[in-house]
């Protein structure tokens, strides 16, 4: 076994035992189950030089000696089924799907079967950047909190769009679409880590639900900048397919012609209910709500109701309160999941739903907003416009991000989702 920091820099020589250079570099080729070596990449001053691996007697950790002479090794680009392993790999971050957690390239590990080299793993330990950054190894184990090897078999590794010039997405350990398999709020914390670039392309992997699922647990900083860097089509899908109120805040964030062509974008419906809640001042009851609510007439049959809110479900914030609004819109009542439930599929909503609906105006402040939700215990709040047409709603978690510092909120269940 090998480890490639181990060898990078060692002295190459050759069969006359005549000093080639200094390795900086291996070239590996795909090949099952892993990537074979197929060349030495040498330093000789401002020369890079190519030694084809049939042409290397020995290679240990104190250096490498070929079996040709020196004048035979030349300057090549790698082919176009060849990777620069250390510059393609090394330093990488990498999705660790079941860890949740972003870990990095520090080291990769190699074996030799028979006459061949074979690329077998990676190592993500604290040890081994202490080894890149050649300390002595008593030093380094005393410094580093794990010093041993913490190997993923390459195996694990998705690098199947890995171009020739060691360029494209290395970041995964696991195939693509498993990432849609990891929460929401753990995607958000995984991609908080990763740098710009993997940032976006680890939104441009998933499905639009689920990256939309993603962005909304991302922290506010992050959204604006990471949309920023992606292709403005893939952007608008995302937004389109977040909350209204979750999209209307990250547009407000953006610069104005950035965000007008986003709205473009987007489809017609998201793009008119974001569009209206930019209209109202971003702390008012309108700047706060989403525009996702369930919502049944008032001559509906309990059974009608339940249909309805079947019909709903996948496309409103909360079912835990459904509200009443006749044909212009105007809210006339609510009534909870459970009074649905337990009502007789032929009663009549009017005739069970709570008339007295606590609401607020668009204008209303953050204070009256925290203050009705803590004292009557409300899941959501309704916000009303000019003749009490139903406008939105804010739900308690919206209420909470008003009080509670973002850090503190996010341990907290989503009740809603």
């Given at each position: 076994?090998?480890?490639?920091?181990?060898?990078?820099?060692?002295?190459?020589r050759?069969?006359?035992?005549?000093?080639?250079?200094?390795?900086?570099?291996?070239?590996?080729?795909?090949?099952q189950?892993?990537?074979?070596?197929?060349?030495?990449?040498?330093?000789?001053?401002?020369?890079?030089?190519?030694?084809?691996?049939?042409?290397?007697?020995s290679?240990?950790?104190?250096?490498?000696?070929l079996?040709?002479?020196?004048?035979?090794?030349?300057?090549?680009?790698?082919?176009?089924?060849?990777?620069p392993?250390?510059?393609?790999?090394l330093?990488?971050?990498?999705?660790?799907?079941?860890?949740?957690?972003?870990?990095?390239?520090?080291?990769?590990?190699?074996?030799?079967?028979?006459?061949?080299l074979?690329?077998?793993?990676?190592?993500?330990?604290?040890?081994?950047?202490?080894?890149?950054?050649?300390?002595?190894?008593?030093?380094?184990?005393?410094?580093?909190k794990?010093?041993?090897a913490?190997?993923?078999?390459?195996?694990?590794?998705?690098?199947?769009e890995?171009s020739?010039?060691?360029?494209?997405?290395?970041?995964?350990?696991?195939?693509?679409?498993?990432?849609?398999?990891?929460?929401?709020?753990?995607?958000?914390?995984?991609?908080?880590e990763?740098?710009?670039?993997e940032?976006?392309?680890?939104?441009e992997?998933l499905?639009?639900?689920?990256?939309a699922?993603?962005?909304?647990?991302?922290h506010?900083?992050?959204?604006?900048?990471?949309?920023?860097?992606?292709?403005?089509?893939?952007?608008?899908?995302?937004?389109?397919?977040?909350?209204?109120?979750?999209?209307?805040?990250?547009?407000?964030?953006?610069?104005?012609?950035?965000?007008e062509?986003?709205?473009?974008?987007?489809?017609?419906?998201?793009?008119e209910d974001?569009?209206?809640?930019?209209?109202?001042?971003?702390?008012?009851?309108?700047?706060?709500?989403?525009?996702?609510?369930?919502?049944?007439?008032p001559?509906?049959?309990?059974?009608?109701?339940?249909?309805?809110?079947?019909e709903?479900?996948?496309?409103?914030?909360?079912?835990?309160?459904?509200?009443?609004?006749?044909?212009?819109e105007?809210?006339?009542?609510?009534?909870?999941?459970?009074?649905?439930?337990?009502?007789?599929?032929?009663?009549?909503?009017?005739?069970?739903?709570?008339?007295?609906?606590i609401?607020v105006?668009?204008?209303?402040g953050?204070?009256?907003?925290?203050?009705?939700?803590?004292?009557?215990?409300l899941?959501?709040?309704?916000?009303?416009?000019?003749?009490?047409?139903?406008?939105?709603?804010?739900?308690?978690?919206?209420?909470?991000?008003?009080?509670?510092?973002?850090?503190?909120?996010k341990?907290?269940?989503?009740?809603?989702?």
């Amino acid at each position: 076994m090998f480890l490639l920091s181990r060898l990078l820099g060692q002295p190459v020589r050759d069969v006359e035992h005549k000093s080639v250079g200094s390795l900086v570099d291996m070239l590996i080729v795909r090949s099952q189950p892993y990537p074979l070596v197929s060349a030495l990449v040498i330093r000789n001053r401002s020369r890079r030089l190519v030694a084809p691996w049939r042409s290397v007697a020995s290679i240990e950790e104190s250096g490498c000696i070929l079996s040709v002479l020196a004048a035979t090794v030349g300057e090549r680009q790698p082919l176009a089924n060849e990777l620069p392993l250390g510059d393609t790999f090394l330093d990488r971050q990498l999705v660790d799907r079941d860890g949740r957690k972003v870990i990095r390239v520090n080291d990769i590990q190699l074996s030799r079967t028979g006459d061949d080299l074979f690329v077998v793993g990676v190592d993500v330990s604290s040890g081994a950047l202490l080894r890149r950054l050649g300390l002595p190894k008593a030093v380094g184990e005393r410094l580093a909190k794990r010093p041993r090897a913490n190997l993923i078999d390459w195996r694990t590794l998705d690098w199947a769009e890995v171009s020739s010039q060691g360029t494209g997405d290395v970041h995964l350990t696991v195939p693509r679409g498993d990432l849609s398999l990891v929460h929401p709020a753990d995607l958000a914390d995984i991609v908080h880590e990763l740098a710009p670039e993997e940032r976006a392309a680890v939104f441009e992997a998933l499905g639009d639900e689920v990256a939309a699922d993603a962005m909304e647990e991302m922290h506010p900083s992050f959204q604006a900048a990471t949309l920023l860097d992606m292709p403005v089509e893939e952007a608008a899908r995302i937004v389109s397919a977040m909350s209204p109120d979750d999209a209307a805040d990250l547009l407000a964030d953006m610069p104005e012609d950035r965000r007008e062509r986003l709205i473009a974008l987007m489809e017609k419906d998201e793009a008119e209910d974001v569009t209206e809640l930019l209209s109202y001042p971003e702390h008012s009851a309108g700047g706060i709500m989403t525009t996702e609510f369930a919502q049944v007439p008032p001559d509906a049959t309990a059974g009608e109701a339940l249909e309805l809110l079947r019909e709903q479900s996948g496309e409103v914030e909360t079912v835990y309160y459904i509200y009443v609004l006749d044909k212009s819109e105007r809210l006339k009542g609510v009534i909870s999941l459970r009074d649905l439930l337990v009502a007789p599929a032929e009663r009549r909503v009017r005739d069970f739903m709570t008339k007295d609906v606590i609401s607020v105006p668009t204008g209303a402040g953050e204070e009256e907003i925290t203050q009705l939700i803590a004292k009557y215990n409300l899941l959501a709040l309704p916000v009303v416009g000019e003749k009490n047409v139903l406008r939105g709603i804010i739900t308690v978690d919206d209420a909470i991000d008003l009080v509670l510092p973002l850090a503190w909120k996010k341990r907290l269940p989503r009740i809603f989702h």
